[in-house]
């Protein structure tokens, strides 16, 4: 048995199967290409679904962890470590707010921001005790725990795992009118992706965002942006939520804030929803420990020169052009997005989701389907443009008959 197979059926014989990888095993990577175990190179256009915007083994990233590896790599949140500080400071200065609160990884930080929400609700608005409603969008993708997937509209997500944690509004992504009819004096907060990128990077209609931010301060409600996979550069800002020209009230953030190195999310808000926090009432051993910071830390510096949200609004445009075209041929049916960050709906007859990122794993591309014929394009910032025309040209060919 050839070496992939060997490892595909072990990683099958020992491991949960709640995963449906690609049949590639990866041995090593840098920039925007992947290695296998036999030696065929593959081009990333998934980054680690915004993990990796900053590319595989980016030298920056990499030597900030290994410096930190050899002077200290956790202390628990018992003790202040010397790059807490500055991580937590610098972190809020991106983000144009006042405090962060660090976790590890994305679900952790929306739970946080639902903590946050609800103790804001109880503490300050005034919301009797329990009452607290939250409002989120329909096809909504928050992470996996028991609270997340309550509120979850995907069967797959949520099956089988009630009983179900209450205090939750579903309306449509995009519907304003819906959104403010299901408010009342008990809602703390609206959670909303400002793309959704598991739903097939679906981007709401112009004015939406604007017009949730107008909403939520009318009502005295939080407006909390989960930028997890939107955020930190991928749309040719350093968030989606710029787009509209929208500052909510928390971000969310995860996944890049990373590096694709360790896993480091953040909780990013004012002083005065964040200050709802006392000793002992939120809290993990990891969150923020010296590793994640140091690396954290590098990552804020490289998103303030601008310069990886200039090059993915350039080489988004360049992108999104290039899928347009693609329309005319009748094998794509629609695109979305923005920035380097794509949803290509494939005519169902060219085959399913799946069967193309299998077709395009053939010819070098890494990519992940999504719903139904649904493809997500997404690599990393770093990726040359050369790279991309000839991922491009890859998908080109997969689409011709
Ligand atoms: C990935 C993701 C999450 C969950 O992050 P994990 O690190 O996988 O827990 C939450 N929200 C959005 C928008 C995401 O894309």
Redesign the pocket.
């Known amino acids: 048995m050839a070496t992939t197979e060997r490892a595909i059926a072990s990683a099958e014989a020992h491991s949960a199967h709640n995963y449906h990888p690609l049949p590639v095993v990866v041995a090593s990577a840098d920039g925007a290409w992947m290695t296998d175990v036999e030696g065929r190179r593959f081009l990333d256009m998934l980054a680690g679904?915004?993990a990796l915007n900053f590319g595989h083994g980016n030298r920056r990233l990499i030597d900030a962890a290994k410096a930190q590896l050899d002077r200290v790599t956790l202390t628990s949140r018992a003790f202040h470590h010397d790059r807490f500080a500055d991580f937590c400071t610098q972190l809020a200065e991106l983000c144009g707010m006042e405090m962060v609160l660090p976790m590890n990884?994305?679900?952790?930080a929306?739970e946080t921001a639902v903590k946050t929400a609800r103790k804001w609700g109880y503490r300050r608005k005034g919301v009797p005790d329990g009452a607290a409603r939250i409002i989120v969008a329909a096809d909504n993708?928050?992470?996996?725990t028991t609270t997340i997937i309550s509120f979850s509209t995907d069967e797959e997500a949520r099956a089988d795992y009630g009983p179900y944690t209450p205090g939750f509004d579903i309306v449509p992504y995009g519907d304003l009118a819906a959104l403010e009819a299901a408010m009342t004096d008990n809602t703390v907060a609206v959670l909303l992706?400002p793309i959704q990128?598991?739903a097939g990077v679906l981007v709401p209609p112009p004015g939406y965002l604007s017009g949730v931010r107008e909403l939520t301060r009318d009502r005295n409600v939080l407006f909390i942006a989960?930028e997890?996979?939107?955020g930190l550069g991928r749309t040719g800002k350093t968030f989606a939520s710029e787009h509209e020209g929208v500052v909510p009230d928390m971000y969310?953030l995860?996944?890049a804030l990373g590096g694709g190195v360790v896993?480091v999310?953040a909780v990013v808000s004012s002083a005065e929803i964040l200050g709802v926090f006392r000793p002992g009432e939120h809290g993990s051993t990891f969150g923020g420990n010296p590793l994640a910071c140091a690396v954290g830390l590098e990552v804020v510096a490289m998103l303030r020169t601008g310069e990886y949200q200039q090059r993915a609004a350039e080489l988004g445009d360049h992108l999104h052009h290039e899928l347009g075209l693609m329309t005319t041929g009748g094998a794509v049916e629609a695109v979305r997005g923005r920035g380097l960050w794509a949803g290509v709906d494939i005519a169902p007859s060219y085959g399913t989701g799946r069967e193309i990122s299998e077709k395009l794993m053939g010819r070098g591309v890494l990519v992940k389907d999504t719903h139904g014929s649904t493809i997500r394009i997404a690599p990393p910032l770093v990726i040359s443009k050369e790279d991309l025309d000839w991922g491009l040209e890859q998908l080109g060919a997969v689409l011709t008959r």
């Open positions: 679904y915004s990884t994305g679900a952790e929306v993708f928050h992470g996996r992706e990128g598991e989960d997890i996979q939107s969310v995860g996944k896993p999310s």
